[in-house]
Structures are given as C-alpha cells and as structure tokens.
Nanobody, 127 residues
C-alpha cells in the first residue's frame, strides 16, 4: 500500500514557476513508476509526466509541457517532484501524483495503469 500526498500548488502569474511535491509512504518507493496527471475544469484527466523506478531515471513528458516541466524523484526522501517553469494559463488544473508498482512501460501515459493516487493540488496560472 502506498499513500501519496501532493503539495506546492498555488496561484502564479503566467511565465512564473512552481514546484510540486509528492510525498509517499512505503518502504518500496524506489521501485515504483511515478506519474503526474492534471485535470482542468470540464476536461478529462491528462498525462503530464512520468519517471521510472529502480534507479532508471527514464522520463516521459506530454508534448504540451516538454521543455517547461521537469519530473524528478528523491528516493531517500520518498518524494517526487514536478518543476514547472514558464507556466501558461492553459496549465491551470488540479495536479495529481500517481504511482504503480510495475516498471515503466509504453502505457505510462494511461491513468488506469496507476494504482495509487494522491488527493491533488490546485495550480492556477493567471494571465
């Protein structure tokens, strides 16, 4: 069982930055594939970024955030991060951290492969 708690959301002006954190419980955190998803009002939840476990460090990003967002993890702290730069109003959404015990695969962008989810943190970008 893994519990995830996101933090770091807030209100920021366009062009600004935020860093989201995802604190996880569980002794096997380093094995888990981690993902960030987001859901804007009236829209479906969408993939943002993913990072492999077991020290692989492989990352994937949605095209809409590539070059602006960076996913990382600190296994010693059982924490994952999403550094978000050059934020745009279109990035406004609730951001969710997710985890799965399977290795990173070609399905990394599908929300239904992730078993564990946090409660979400609101990010609002003003124009």
């Amino acid at each position: 069982q893994v519990q995830l708690v996101e933090s770091g959301g807030g209100l920021v002006q366009a062009g600004g930055s935020l860093r989201l954190s995802c604190a996880a419980s569980g002794r096997t955190f380093s094995w888990y594939t981690l993902g960030w998803f987001r859901q804007a009002p009236g829209k479906e939840r969408e993939f943002v970024a993913a990072i492999s476990g077991n020290g692989g460090g492989t990352t994937h990003y949605a095209d809409s955030v590539k070059g602006r967002f960076t996913i990382s993890r600190n296994n010693a702290k059982n924490t994952a991060y999403l550094q978000m730069n050059s934020l745009e109003p279109e990035d406004t959404a609730v951001y969710y951290c997710a985890a799965q015990s399977s290795p990173l695969s070609g399905s990394y962008y599908l929300s239904n492969v992730y078993r564990y989810w946090g409660q979400g943190t609101q990010v609002t970008v003003s124009s």
